[in-house]
């Protein structure tokens, strides 16, 4: 693990040296503005939301341009699975 922290009432998040963020726990994501998500300018390549996060946060992965599309059409509104990884290109 190179660093880990929370982002939201109940949910952590970790980034391993491979740059796979895993975000774990229950509940909605923070929303954040512009670029003050934690892991802005972290060597972010996937992204592991596991089971438990029912929203992602306004602008949580506004600087990975690959990611934020699609994690906003597969977690729109209060949807979201279990262990799915989003790839940041």
């Not at 909605?28 to 003050?36: L, Q, R, T």
């Not at 699609?70 to 989003?86: I, N």
């Amino acid at each position: 693990m190179i660093k880990s922290g929370s982002c939201g009432k109940n949910l952590t998040w970790t980034l391993d040296k491979d740059g796979t963020l895993t975000i774990k726990g229950t509940g909605e994501m923070k929303n954040y503005a512009g670029s003050d998500n934690p892991w802005n300018r972290l060597r972010v390549e996937i992204v592991v939301i596991q089971q438990g996060l029912t929203s992602i946060g306004k602008e949580a992965f506004r600087d990975c341009s690959g990611l934020t599309s699609r994690a906003r059409k597969l977690f729109s509104g209060k949807q979201a699975g279990g262990h799915d990884r989003l790839l940041c290109r």
